[in-house]
Nanobody, 116 residues
Framework: VQLQASGGGLVQTGGSLRLSCAASGTFTSYGMGWFRQAPGREREFVAAILWYGGSTHYGDSVKGRFTISRDDAMNTLYLQMNSLKPEDTALYYC???????????WGQGTQVTVSS
């Protein structure tokens, strides 16, 4: 399984970005998640989506601003990020979920930088 994240970039405060994560290999039978890590900080959970029913979960810091979705036909995971803040600046990773709280395959990360 390979995960390729893309869509990061530089955006001003209040702006939007959409991240994509293209997956090769088995995708549809697994939940997927997004994480982020800023310099000097621990990795933080951002959002997750189950493979059945599409149930979603979000970290407290992004609730109401970010939306996770998936297109199983395209083997692609998305993260729509709105109302971006400087504190959202981080390297964003996608990962495959194998059970509650456990992820096995990780993408290489895409950088999001929000300027104030």
């Amino acid at each position: 399984v390979q995960l390729q994240a893309s869509g990061g970039g530089l955006v001003q405060t209040g702006g939007s970005l959409r991240l994509s994560c293209a997956a090769s290999g088995t995708f549809t039978s697994y939940g997927m998640g997004w994480f982020r890590q800023a310099p000097g900080r621990e990795r933080e959970f951002v959002a997750a989506i189950l493979w059945y029913g599409g149930s979603t979960h979000y970290g407290d810091s992004v609730k109401g601003r970010f939306t996770i979705s998936r297109d199983d036909a395209m083997n692609t995971l998305y993260l729509q990020m709105n109302s971006l803040k400087p504190e959202d600046t981080a390297l964003y990773y996608c990962a495959r979920n194998i059970r509650i709280g456990a992820y096995d395959y990780w993408g290489q990360g895409t950088q999001v930088t929000v300027s104030s």
